[in-house]
C-alpha cells in the first residue's frame, strides 16, 4: 500500500509581488509559462521557534542568495533584491502568525508568450505552511526503508543542474514514487557512472571514520545545499555523542554501497544552529 503524504496545512495569506493574498484566492492564470515548461525556481527555507517564543529562519541570507544564482543560470531577472526578498519571508511569517513553518519563495516566467522561447515577465511568490519531519516522526525514531532506483540522476551536461528548478523535480518524483510502490520509504539515484547522487529530496552524507562526505555540489541535481556545512557538522556531533555515525545503510551493486544519512530531529537542528545563522523576527 502506497504512503500517501499528508495535506498542507493551510496559512492564512501568500506574499505575491508585494501583496499579502488570501491563501485560497493565491492564484496564477493557466497559461503560466512555468506551468507548461518547467522554467522557475525555488527555495525551501525552515523557520524553527526560540525559547524565547520567537522564530529563527535558518539561513536565509545563503538561501535567498542560491534562489538568485539559480535565477541567474536560468537566464531570470528577479524583480526584486535579496533584501526585498528576504524581507517578504520574514513579512509573510509575522502575517500569519507563525514562529515555525516551512517557506518557499518561488520566481517563475508568467503567462503572455508561449513557446520555449518566450521570455515573459518574471514574478515572485513566498508561500509558508506547517510541515513536520520530511519522511515523518517515525521516520526519526524508526529509520526508513531505502532503494536504490532503477532511475538515473540527471546529467549536468544535459540541464543546468547547480540551479534549484522545478522542471528538475520530475526525475526525483518519478523516483519517490517508485520507491513507494515498492514499499521503501525514500530512493537513492546513481549517477551515469554507477556512484551514488542524491536522493530524491534529500543530499546524501557518507561517514567515513572521523570525516564526513557529502556529493560534490557541482554533481547535484538540484542545486548547491545551503545547509550541507551544518549537516556534515551535526552528523560528526551525532557520532562523537553516540559513539557511532547514525545512518541507515543500503547496498546495491559493487562500488555502489552508500550510506543515507538519516534526517535530524527538528530539535536537533534547533539546538545546533548558530546564532549567526538566524534571521530573528518578532511574531
Known amino acids: 500500500m502506497v504512503k500517501k503524504p499528508e495535506p498542507i496545512r493551510k496559512a492564512d495569506v501568500i506574499w505575491m509581488d508585494g501583496n499579502l493574498v488570501p491563501w485560497a484566492d493565491a492564484k496564477v492564470h493557466v497559461l503560466t509559462h512555468s506551468l507548461h515548461y518547467g522554467v522557475a ?6 523557520a524553527y521557534p526560540q525559547p524565547d517564543g520567537r522564530g529563527a529562519i535558518f539561513r536565509l541570507r545563503e538561501h535567498v542568495r542560491r534562489l538568485f544564482e539559480s535565477a541567474h543560470i536560468c537566464l531570470m531577472e528577479v524583480p526584486y533584491t535579496k533584501e526585498q526578498v528576504m524581507e517578504a ?6 502575517a500569519n502568525k507563525m514562529n515555525e513553518g516551512y517557506l518557499r519563495p518561488l520566481a517563475y516566467h508568467s503567462d503572455g508568450a508561449m513557446g520555449v522561447g518566450a521570455v515573459n515577465p518574471v514574478k515572485l511568490t513566498v508561500a509558508t505552511w506547517y ?6 516522526e517515525e521516520g526519526i525514531k524508526k529509520g526508513i ?3 536504490i532506483s532503477s532511475y538515473t540522476r540527471m546529467h549536468m551536461n544535459s540541464d543546468p543542474t547547480r540551479a534549484k528548478v522545478t522542471g528538475h523535480y520530475l526525475n526525483g518524483v518519478l ?9 521503501y520509504d525514500e530512493a537513492i539515484l ?3 557512472q554507477g556512484f551514488v547522487g542524491e536522493a530524491t529530496g534529500e543530499n546524501v552524507f557518507v561517514a567515513t571514520g572521523p570525516s564526513t562526505r557529502r556529493r560534490s555540489p ?3 541535481s538540484r542545486g548547491s545545499p545551503a545547509t550541507a556545512s551544518c549537516g556534515s557538522r551535526r552528523t560528526r556531533a551525532s557520532r562523537s555523542r553516540s559513539g557511532a555515525s547514525r545512518a541507515i545503510t543500503c547496498t546495491a551493486r559493487t562500488r555502489r554501497s ?5 534526517q535530524r530531529s527538528r530539535r536537533s537542528a534547533r539546538s545546533t544552529t548558530a546564532a549567526s545563522e538566524r534571521e530573528r523576527w518578532v511574531p
Open 41 to 46: 525556481v525555488f527555495e525551501r527555507i525552515r
Open 175 to 183: 523516483a519517490k514514487r517508485e520507491a513507494l510502490v515498492a514499499g
Open 145 to 147: 526503508r531505502v532503494k
Open 218 to 220: 557541482a554533481g547535484s
Open 89 to 94: 519571508c520574514r513579512e509573510v511569517l509575522r
Open 258 to 262: 552508500c550510506v543515507a544519512r538519516r
Open 131 to 136: 510541515w513536520g519531519a520530511y519522511l515523518g
Open 190 to 192: 546513481l549517477d551515469q
